[in-house]
Each structure stands twice: as C-alpha cells, then as structure tokens.
T-cell receptor, first 116, second 107 residues
Framework: SAVISQKPSRDICQRGTSLTIQCQVD?????MFWYRQQPGQSLTLIAT?????????ESGFVIDKFPISRPNLTFSTLTVSNMSPEDSSIYLC?????????????FGPGTRLTVL | DAKTTQPNSMESNEEEPVHLPCNHS???????IHWYRQLPSQGPEYVIH???SNVNNRMASLAIAEDRKSSTLILHRATLRDAAVYYC????????FGAGTRLTVKP
C-alpha cells in the first residue's frame, strides 16, 4: 500500500492568482496521477506524471494552465494557474502500486480549492 | 474508452446484503474491472478488481458475468460506514471514473 499526503488540504484564493499543490508519497512509485473533482461531480483525470518525463495531459487540460512537476519518485506538484471561480474543485493525486492495469491506485485526501 | 453504466443511487438497510450492478457492454478482452468507493470528504479507495472469475476479499465480492458485459459488487452485510459513492471502472492504462452509484445505508 501507499500513504499519500497533500498540501494544502484546502485554500481560498483570489481570481488571477496561482496555487501549487504538493503530493508526497511514502514509497517510490513510477506513475502518479492528478484528478479534479468539481462540486457534486465524479473525478476527471487531468494528467499522468512519470518521473523523468513530461506529464501527459488529458483532453481539455493544458500545461500552461496546470503545470506539473515530478522531480523524484515520491513527490509531485500541480499548479493551478491564473485561477478563476470555475477552478474551484477538489484536486487529488493518486499513485499506482505497479505498472499493470490490474494494480490498484491509492489516492490522497485531496486539496479543496475555492476561487473567489 | 469502454464505458460503464451504473444506477445513480441505491438504498440498503444496515446488516443486509447489497448488490451494486454495473454494465460494461463494450469491454475489451484486456480490461480489468475495478471497483472503488469514495466516502464523504475522502479520496477514493480501492475495493476489489477482477478479470474473468469471481473474486472475494475482506471488503466485498465481485461477480462477473460469463460474457463480461456486466458485473456486480456485493457487500455481504452493509454497515453505516459503507455509505459512499461506488465506482465501477474498466482499466486499460489509466483509470477513468464514471458517475458512480451513491449508496445510502439506513439503520
């Protein structure tokens, strides 16, 4: 299993500013994922971050808006840039226990972002 | 990507079994069927997964149809703590969530 922590747990930000969310894992993992969960909705995959390579973004998400860093096998950051109220969501990171599609994923507790 | 269809919501009484259905008629031969649940104010947590055969673990059982076009998550004795949104997901390389089923457990 993997234990994941996220910082901050919540934040209230002003329109036009940026927020960087940190994700720390207690073990080395190859694949990390970032998700967004808008109020009352399901999770939407933003991007996949592998250490040593550029993040792969899903349709509708771009690097300029959601830059991701993955400096090592236990840490990643997601920045929400030039925020607007529509960015108010819970942002979650997750890791995979292996490299196969039958491996389970472990999720962090999420970062609740409110943009005013 | 193959899609899943789940009822929006279900209700159960405490200590009774719960059968949560999932349809996935476009499943491919290499898709694993995963179930996750999300308790209030928490990130999703893994429940169970399978490929072709029925699976049991300490949390639940997974019954997979012979043609793999549907599956059922079985909670043998629902508790109040099992109230959550349950997601049925077909896994290829990454994991994409559908709308899920919101399970309410009544005392």
């Amino acid at each position: 299993s993997a234990v994941i922590s996220q910082k901050p747990s919540r934040d209230i930000c002003q329109r036009g500013t940026s927020l960087t969310i940190q994700c720390q894992v207690d073990s080395q993992v190859t694949m990390m994922f970032w998700y967004r969960q808008q109020p009352g909705q399901s999770l939407t995959l933003i991007a996949t971050a592998n250490q040593g390579s550029e993040a792969t973004y899903e349709s509708g998400f771009v690097i300029d808006k959601f830059p991701i860093s993955r400096p090592n096998l236990t840490f990643s950051t997601l920045t929400v840039s030039n925020m607007s109220p529509e960015d108010s969501s819970i942002y979650l990171c997750s890791v995979e226990s292996g490299t196969f599609s039958y491996n389970e994923q472990f999720f962090g507790p999420g970062t609740r972002l409110t943009v005013l | 990507d193959a899609k899943t269809t789940q009822p929006n919501s279900m209700e159960s009484n405490e200590e009774e079994p719960v059968h949560l259905p999932c349809n996935h008629s476009t499943i491919s031969g290499t898709d694993y069927i995963h179930w996750y649940r999300q308790l209030p104010s928490q990130g999703p947590e893994y429940v169970i997964h399978g490929l072709t055969s029925n699976v049991n673990n300490r949390m639940a059982s997974l019954a997979i149809a012979e043609d793999r076009k549907s599956s059922t998550l079985i909670l043998h004795r629902a508790t109040l703590r099992d109230a959550a949104v349950y997601y049925c997901i077909l896994r290829t390389n990454d994991m994409r969530f559908g709308a899920g089923t919101r399970l309410t457990v009544k005392p």
